[in-house]
């Protein structure tokens, strides 16, 4: 299984970007799939997920702010990152969790600057 995620770069706050976070399997094989963000010297930590059935769910620090999304047909999910803030610069991983096993594709680096 791979992920392969892409779309991070720089922009000014309250700017926007996409994540895009692309499998290798159909991503019904997984019982959730995630993006999760570590900024320098901070813990990775989840920034918003969704179910096989898909149920969302985002951290608090990004509600309204952070849409995640899947294209079934393309094996696809997306973090459309509205609103970005300073501290939201960070390394942006996707993940596929399959049960016993767990997934991680190379993190995407988002910078905002102020």
């Known amino acids: 299984v791979q992920l392969q995620a892409s779309g991070g770069g720089f922009v000014q706050a309250g700017g926007s970007l996409r994540l895009s976070c692309a499998t290798s399997?159909?991503?019904?094989?997984?019982?959730?799939m995630g993006w999760y963000r570590q900024a320098p010297g901070k813990q990775r930590e989840l920034v918003a997920s969704?179910?096989?059935?898909?149920?969302?769910n985002a951290a608090d620090s990004v509600k309204g702010r952070f849409i995640f999304s899947r294209d079934n047909a393309k094996n696809t999910v997306y973090l459309q990152l509205n609103s970005l803030k300073v501290e939201d610069t960070a390394v942006y991983f996707c993940?596929?969790?399959?049960?016993?096993?767990?997934?991680w594709g190379q993190g995407t680096q988002v910078t905002v600057s102020s």
């Open positions: 969704i179910t096989r059935s898909g149920r969302t």
């Open positions: 993940n596929a969790d399959a049960g016993k096993d767990n997934y």
């Open positions: 399997v159909n991503i019904f094989s997984f019982n959730v």
